[in-house]
C-alpha cells in the first residue's frame, strides 16, 4: 500500500474508474483507486448494459450524452474492448397515457438537441420483428442509444487512469478513516493505512454503510434486480435495438444470438439494507423465478419467442436505488474533503462516463460545468436520516421506475414526517397536501364536497378551478397560507454584517427593520443561493430560504464563515411557523388582530417589525413574492394556532380564504418572479436573470464582484423572458418544452403555468440576448403540439409599475 495519495477514490466499479479516467485526463495524476475485489465485482460487473440518454431534465441529459460520445471513442483511445453499440432504444406504447409521455420525451428530446421519433407500431414491427403488437397504439425511437459491455467500459476506463499514473489497488478493503478536525486524513485498509487529501466514496450499493464509517449520510438502498438471459433465439434481427415497454413495466436488448429481458417490477424487494456484506464480491443472489413472474408473464406476450426459447440464467444482481431516483454525487456537507459518487439506480452504465467527469471538475474546480442539482446530495435533509424513510419511500420509487410520471404526481410512502402546528387545523377546512423536504404542505384546498384529493391526468386537472378561485381571491380580498416550510437560519455575532456582505451581492448594511432579497454568488457570478435577509438588531440577521434549499445554503454559509468566532449561525426553522397574509385587504385584516401602527409610513414594503397578534409575539416581514400586498408573519411555533384563529375570527367579514402552493406558483408567474433552482442557478447571473437591481457593485468586494462588474460592463449573453400563449382554453403545458424562432430552438422553458387574473398560459425561459427583442414568430412545442407565443416586453404581466405592493 502506498504511504499517501492526493486523491483516494473507494470502489473499483464504472463510476470510481470513471472519475479516475477524468482527473488524470485533467492533470490530477495522483490518484489511488481502492477496489475490496477485482474492479466491476460489485454491481457493474451484472448490470444490463443498456445506455440511454434521454432524462426530464436538460444538464442530465447532457451528462449522459456525454457518455455516449465518451463509449463511441473509448476503445480506440484504450485499445480494449468495450462492446459498444448505437443500436438505438424502442419504446412502446399501449395506452394513450403512455403515448401522452412518449410524446412529451419527443418534445423534450428536441429541445435538448436529441433524436427522438414518433413512430406507428408497423413501423416498430419492421424494427423489431420478434414483438407481438397486441395493444400497442404507438412508439417512439431514439437512434442515438445504445449499449455496451459494463465490465469492458470499466476495463477501458481503469487503462485509460493507469496510462496517466493512475494506481489501481484491487483486492483491497477500505476499513476505516482517520481525522482531523472535519477532514479525512486517511483512510484505513487491510493493507495499510493511505494518507489522502481527498477521498471520493463510489462504493455503489455499499456507499451507506461505507458512508457510516465516514460520518456521511448516504439515503441508498440496495434492491435485488433481476433479468433473463436467453439461449440463442433463430431469426433475431441482425440490429435489434433495444426496447422499453414500460406498460409492461419490460426493457429489453440482444446478447450472443439471444435476449436479455428484465424489468422493474411494483413490488420491489429490499436487500441486505443495513448493510451489505464485503464478501459479496462477484457474487448474485439466488434466482426468484415465483417473483420474477410478474415480468415473464407479460414479457412472453409482448415477444412471443420467450414461450419456447431456452432460459441460460436468471440473473439476480442487487443494485443500490436512492429516495427520489436519482443518483447521489458531490461534496459531502458533513466532512471538507468528502464527495460522494453512488446510488445510480440502475442507470450507472448510462452515467457513468458523465458521472466520472462531473466528479473531477467538482474536486477540481469546484463545481461541474453542468448545474446537477438534482444528483446533488445537499437535497437531501434531516428526515433522510431516519433509515426507514429511506427504505420505505424508495421502495416505492423502485416500483414507479416504468410507471407514468404524471404532472403533479405526489408520493403517498413515507409521509408526515414534518408537519406544520397547523397540519390538523388545515386537513380539517381541506388542505390537499404535497410533501417538500419531508414537510407536509398544502398544495390546495377542496371547498365542502369536494373530495380533498389529486386526480392525475395530462390535462386540466381537478384542482385547477379550485386553485383559480383561491388566485381571485387573493387578488381582490385576502388568502392566508401556511408556509411554515421556509428554511430559517440566525446570522449573529460581531462579524456578522461584514460575514454577510462579504457573501451577499446586495448591499446589507442598511438599518435594523430592513429587509434585503438577495444572492450569494460564486466567483462566476452565478447563482448559489437566493433569499431574504432581515436585520433585527445591530448585530443579528434572520435569513429565509425556500424549503427545498436548506442544506445547501447552510452549507456555502458555514463554509465561509470566519474562523475567528466573530460570526454565530443557527438553524432556528422549527422555531417559527410562518403565516403569510395575501391580498389588498390583509393589511386591513392583520390591522385588526394587532396593536401596533401597521400603516404604510409604518412599515413600508421591505421592512419588517416585530409586533402582538392576540397575546403572541410575531415578527411580520412585509415582502411579497405574488405581486400583492402582503406579511410573512414568523410565529413562536407553540403560538401558531393561537394567531391561525383570531386571523380567521377577524377575517370573516373580508372574505378571508386559504391558499396553497400552487396558488403561489400561479401569482407568481404573472409577477414575473423567478424560482430558486428553475430559473435561479448556478448557470446564470443576477444580470441573466433580471434580478440586477440586486446586485450592489458600488460596495466593498463581496463573492463574484469582478465577474458581475465584468458582465454589466460587457453585457449579459443570456435573458430571463416571459412568454404568453393565447389560446380558446388553458393548456396544461410541459416543462423543458422547446422554444423555437423560425424552426430553431433557442431555449427551454424554466417554470410553466397558467395566470388566472391573465386568462393565459405563461411560460419563463432564457433566450441569446441576440433573440431577446423578437415580439412575434416564437413557437412552444408541448407534448409534441406547436403554439404560437409571445415575448412580452416586460416580465411582470401583472402590476408591472408595482402600485399594489407598495400600497
Known sequence: MRDSARVVI???????????????QMGWNDVVILEKGELTSGSTWHAAGLVGQLRSERNITRMLQYSVSLYERLEKETGLTTSWKKSGCLHLASTKERMHELKKGATTARSFGLEMNMITPAEALELCPILSLDNIIGAAFMPTDGEADPAGITQALARGARNRGATICENTLATGFDFEKNRVTAVQTDKGDIKCDIVINCTGMWGYQVGQLMGVNIPLVPFQHQFLVTDTIDDLPPNMPTIRDKDSLLY????????????????????SVDGVSNDFKSKLLDPDFDHFESLSTPAMKRTPCLETAGIKR?????????????????????????????????????AGGGAGRMMAEWVIDGEPSLDIWSLDIRRFGPHHLSRSYTIERTREIYGKHYTIHWPSEEHDSARGVRRSPLYPILKARGAVWGAKYGWERANWFAPDGIEPRDELTFGIPNWFDHVASEHRNARENVVIVDQSSFCKFEVTGPGALNFLNRLSASQIDKPVGTVVYTQMCNDRGTIECDLTIARIAEQKFFLVIGTAFGLRASWWIKNHMPSDGSVSFHDVTSTYAVLNLIGPKSRDLLQKVASDDLSNKRLPFSTCKLITVGYAPVLAVRVTYVGELGYELYVPSESAGHVYDMICENGRNLNLS?????????????????????????EYTPFDAGIGFCVALDKDDFIGRDSLAKVKKEGVRYKLCTFTIDADKPLMM??????????????????????????????????????????DGFEIESYGETYAAKLELKRALYDPEREKILM
Not at 317 to 346: H, Q, R
Not at 659 to 679: P, Q, T, V
Open 734 to 775: 410541459q416543462n423543458s418544452a422547446p422554444i423555437m424562432y423560425n424552426g430553431d430552438v433557442l431555449g427551454v422553458t424554466t417554470s410553466v403555468g397558467y395566470g388566472h387574473t391573465l386568462g393565459k398560459n405563461i411560460c419563463f425561459a432564457y433566450l441569446p440576448i441576440e433573440h431577446a427583442d423578437h415580439e
Open 658 to 682: 386559504n391558499g396553497g402552493y400552487r396558488m403561489i406558483a400561479s401569482m407568481r408567474l404573472e409577477k414575473g418572479y423567478a424560482d430558486w433552482g428553475s430559473e435561479l442557478t448556478p
Open 314 to 350: 436468471l440473473v439476480n444482481g442487487p443494485e443500490a436505488f436512492t429516495p427520489d431516483g436519482d443518483a447521489i454525487m458531490g461534496p459531502a456537507p458533513e466532512l471538507d474533503n468528502c464527495y460522494v459518487a453512488a446510488g445510480f439506480n440502475a442507470f450507472g452504465i448510462a
Open 10 to 24: 473507494i470502489g473499483g466499479g464504472i463510476i470510481g474508474c470513471s472519475t479516475a479516467y477524468h482527473l488524470t
Open 252 to 271: 429489453y436488448k440482444k446478447e450472443v444470438g439471444g435476449l436479455v429481458m428484465g424489468g422493474y417490477e411494483r413490488n420491489g424487494i429490499p436487500w
